[in-house]
């Protein structure tokens, strides 16, 4: 269980900031134990039924994540230190299909608590989460912009449970 407590919702605060200041990171890991790390700019996160934090991430089919998700429906969703906002850059624009992400971009990544997809410690806050529904297109779920693209290009809505969430 995640307790709302203070230093969780400053921290949480500075996530959304960060959403719309270069993006958020997330991992991912396939069933050969390889982890991927990308960027997000679309994140919902609240205490809903039972207390209980959730997290919603989109993402898009073409992405090496989305293959990783599909094997392992679990992520974690790191918020980046503010020194590394041109490896967040990177990790949005390259995929983990062609290069390792964590090498290439010297982010160290750390044994998460609860999940298998690691952790990063060039991060203020991992939030360590496992889907419970990915809701695939077509859905009525994001805007009318995006249910004008094609349906194998739209994005699947992960719902997702917290399971941890915690500063390195
Ligand atoms: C600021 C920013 C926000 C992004 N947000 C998303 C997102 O929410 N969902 C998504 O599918 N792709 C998003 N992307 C694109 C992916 O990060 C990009 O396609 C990445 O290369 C995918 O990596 P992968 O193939 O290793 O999974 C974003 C890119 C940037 C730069």
């Not at 991992?27 to 990308?38: A, D, H, K, L, Q």
């Not at 969703?77 to 990177?90: G, K, L, M, Q, R």
């Not at 971009?105 to 750390?110: D, E, F, G, Q, S």
């Not at 917290?162 to 390195?168: E, I, K, N, Y």
Request: with cysteine; charged share 20%.
């Amino acid at each position: 269980m995640v307790e709302e407590n203070p230093v969780l919702m400053r921290e949480i605060q500075r996530a959304f900031h960060k959403l719309t200041h270069g993006g958020l990171l997330v991992t991912s890991i396939g069933e050969n134990g390889r982890p991927n790390v990308m960027t997000i700019g679309w994140w919902l996160f609240g205490w809903f039924y039972h207390g209980r934090p959730m997290s919603v991430i989109a993402i898009r089919p073409a992405t090496h994540t989305f293959k990783l998700l599909a094997e392992v429906p679990e992520y974690v969703v790191s918020v980046p230190t503010d020194d590394i906002a041109e490896v967040v850059a990177i990790c949005g624009r390259e995929s983990g299909r062609d290069m390792d992400k964590f090498a290439e971009c010297h982010l160290t990544a750390i044994p998460s608590k609860e999940v298998r997809p690691p952790s990063i410690r060039e991060s203020t806050l991992n939030i360590e989460c496992r889907i419970y529904h990915p809701q695939a297109p077509p859905h009525m779920i994001l805007t009318p912009e995006h249910r004008r693209k094609p349906v194998p290009e739209q994005h699947t809505i992960y719902f997702s449970e917290v399971l941890a969430a915690w500063s390195p």
